[in-house]
Every structure is written in C-alpha cells, then in structure tokens.
C-alpha cells in the first residue's frame, strides 16, 4: 500500500543543476528514513544518498558527496535531492526508497539497498556532455 512518486527528471547540460522530488504516501506514520539510488544501464543500481526522517542527518554516496543535496519535508512525507555540478557519469533511472521498519538503521548500511523496503518506479536524468 506504500507509493513512492518520483519526479522532476530531465535532461540537463554538464554543469547544470537538476531537482528531484519523491512522494510518499500510503501509510500513516513517517518512514524511518528515505534515499536515492540509481542505475545506469548496465549497470547495478548505486547508492546515491539518504536522510534520517527524524532528525535530517544526511548520507552520501562517494561519487556525488560535495554536489547532491538531500532533503525532507516531514509535514508532507516528501523528500528532494538537490542535484548540482552534472556530469555524464550521473546520467541513470533515480529511484527513490523508503525504509518503513522501525528497527534502527546502523550508519554503514545506509547505503545498502535491501535495507529499503520501498521503491518508486525511477525517473531518468540524462546529462549531455
């Protein structure tokens, strides 16, 4: 019953800046946190980053640390990620995930998509070189 929508995909030149959003909604509590990940063709899905629902504490993925900015709006169960300094190695589908569990997620597996419970469909961003 939990349906995560992402949107705000696109295409965008090197340099630019591009902004997600996903939605959630189907339940009634918030999840314990939410995050981004993505899949370039052929390749597996990477953790991109992720949020704490509660207190906002952030995590990044090596490869966008420093350029993607992650955020939540706990009034609307909406969460953003604030994508800046594009190159063509970020083009991949954007999937947006939740974790509605109530056990505590340990700092190094943040990262770790089983760790999610939900996922939205994926958006594309494609960024030209």
């Known amino acids: 019953q939990v349906r995560l929508v992402e949107s705000g995909g696109g295409l965008v030149q090197a340099g630019g800046s591009l902004r997600l959003s996903c939605t959630i909604s189907?339940?009634?509590?918030?999840?314990?946190?939410m995050g981004w990940f993505r899949r370039a063709p052929g390749k597996e899905r990477e953790f991109v980053a992720t949020?704490?629902?509660?207190?906002?504490?952030?995590y990044y993925g090596d490869s966008v640390r420093g350029r993607f900015t992650i955020s939540r709006d706990t009034a609307k169960n909406t969460m953003d990620l604030q994508m800046n300094s594009l190159n063509p190695e970020d083009t991949a589908v954007y999937y947006c995930?939740?974790?509605?569990?109530?056990?505590?997620?340990?700092?190094?597996?943040?990262?770790?998509?089983?760790?999610?419970?939900?996922w939205g469909q994926g958006i594309q961003v494609t960024v030209s070189s």
């Open positions: 995930a939740a974790r509605i569990t109530s056990q505590a997620l340990l700092v190094r597996n943040v990262g770790v998509e089983t760790e999610y419970d939900y």
């Open positions: 189907g339940r009634t509590f918030s999840p314990n946190h």
């Open positions: 949020i704490t629902w509660a207190f906002g504490n952030r």
